[in-house]
Antibody
């Protein structure tokens, strides 16, 4: 059974840094692209970043230069390093497993609150 | 960026009645492989999103057959043949043609 477990969310001051983790199980991790999607309070879904199976990274313009996605195949885990955080980064961050181009499994999400 | 436009944004439905949600993309979602890269997701209250439909028409594993997806080019539709109470939540369409995927604003389905 596929399982994705995010962690690392917390309350952080503007300008601060945070690293999110997503531990995966139940599938061959290295064969799949993995993605972070966020949802601001009361808002819709926003794609943030993707790590392809070949290691290529993609970022939304809103986070480019501030966020870094990475993966550790030995730990079946992806990370999202978030620097220079802004109030508008406040959201629940979900990791999702990709099957082809669709997000077929999602984690339960981790809440990041950027506030002074 | 491909812009996704959903309608309606709110959809009250009587149990047992059909429901339909429309999604329009700002450019064609037709891939060179002949498939349309349009997904539908449902986010039930307090839960993470779940995949319902991929490639515009392909039901995900475990999705009841009362859900169906159709469409081509830039116009797509999600239909529920007979709405049940468990179908409440927000439905999102998403273009998967580009790695930088984009979502519609969502359609909130509620039971009358």
């Amino acid at each position: 059974e596929v399982h994705l477990l995010e962690s690392g969310g917390s309350l952080i001051q503007p300008g601060g840094s945070l690293r999110l983790s997503c531990a995966a199980s139940g599938f061959t991790f290295s064969n799949h692209a993995m993605t972070w999607v966020r949802q601001a309070p009361g808002k819709g879904l926003e794609w943030v970043s993707t790590l392809s199976g070949t290691g290529t990274t993609y970022y939304a313009d809103s986070v480019k230069g501030r966020f870094t996605i990475s993966g550790d195949n030995s730990k079946n885990t992806i990370y999202l390093q978030m620097n220079s955080l802004r109030a508008e980064d406040t959201a629940v961050y979900y990791c999702a497993k990709q099957s082809d181009a669709s997000y077929d499994y999602w984690g339960q999400g981790t809440l990041v609150t950027v506030s002074s | 960026e491909i812009v996704m436009t959903q309608s309606p944004l709110s959809l009250p439905v009587t149990p047992g009645e059909p429901a339909s949600i429309s999604c329009r993309s700002s450019q064609s979602l037709l891939h060179s492989n002949g498939f349309h890269y349009l997904d539908w997701y449902l986010q039930k209250p307090g839960q993470s999103p779940q995949l319902l439909i991929s490639l515009g028409f392909k039901r995900a594993s475990g999705v009841p057959d009362r859900f169906s997806g159709s469409g081509s080019g830039t116009d797509f539709t999600l239909k529920i043949s007979r709405v049940e109470a468990e179908d409440v939540g927000v439905y999102y369409c998403m273009q998967a043609l580009q790695t930088r995927s984009t979502f519609g604003l969502g359609t909130k389905l509620e039971i009358k």
